[in-house]
Nanobody, 123 residues
Framework: QVQLVESGGGLVQAGGSLRLSCAAS????????MGWFRQAPGKEREFVTA????????YYADSVKGRFTISRDNTKNTVYLQMNSLKLEDTAVYYC????????????????WGQGTQVTVSS
């Protein structure tokens, strides 16, 4: 049984920072791209960021470039999302994902989803 468990969400003021973690279990994901999607109220889920299995390649949505940083520790089967300079529009449920082989950035290419963690940015 594959499980992705996110943590680290919460309430933060605009301009602040949060660090999300995603612990994977049930199999080893060291060969898979992993990443984050988010869904704001009333909006569709959107791609945020992804990282290759070695961590050498990273991908970011334009809206978070320069503010968010993804990283992974394959020894712990964990992916991290450091979010800085948070904006009101970053408020969303953040989902950790594992991509199917050869895909990245699209919902159709996702193999596994986490349950999500709420991030709320206040003014």
């Amino acid at each position: 049984q594959v499980q992705l468990v996110e943590s680290g969400g919460g309430l933060v003021q605009a301009g602040g920072s949060l660090r999300l973690s995603c612990a994977a279990s049930g199999r080893t994901f060291s060969s898979a791209r992993m990443g984050w999607f988010r869904q704001a109220p009333g909006k569709e889920r959107e791609f945020v960021t992804a990282i290759s299995w070695r961590g050498s390649n990273t991908y970011y949505a334009d809206s978070v470039k320069g503010r968010f940083t993804i990283s992974r520790d394959n020894t712990k089967n964990t992916v991290y999302l450091q979010m800085n300079s948070l904006k009101l529009e970053d408020t969303a449920v953040y989902y950790c994902v594992v991509f199917k082989s050869g895909t990245v950035g699209v919902i159709s290419g996702i193999d596994y989803w986490g349950q999500g963690t709420q991030v709320t940015v206040s003014s």
